[in-house]
């Protein structure tokens, strides 16, 4: 299963956005609002929306400036949110990307909480300043 945000401008540079995305208590100030529980945890972070399992994320990948990958880390539900970052006249062009390998049952269960998740993180992301 595969989703994603549009592009959409953060009036940061690449690097500020960057150091503030791979700086992981930064998340819980883009997380929606049903949040129910925000964790740091040494190599990411530990989060559970109101209605949802916990679910821990943790740095899988990171090319400064221009990409940000977490993943799961659960083995029963292997997924990935990626935070793909281009220069845009000396702001960020920004979108995030999730990537999961579900059977088809979660994947109609999980879609559409998914889709709102990504699109909050992104709606959120784009009003700071």
Known sequence: MTLDTPNFIV????TDLYDFLTDFKNFELIMPENTDKFELREDGFIFALKGMPTIKLKLVEKTPHSKIVLGSA????PFTLTANIAEEASKSKVNFGFEGKFNPMISMMVKKP???????????????E
């Open 74 to 77: 659960s083995e029963q539900f």
């Open 11 to 14: 009036q940061k540079s690449t």
């Open 114 to 128: 998914l889709q709102k998740f990504i699109d909050a993180l992104s709606c959120n992301l784009e009003k700071m």
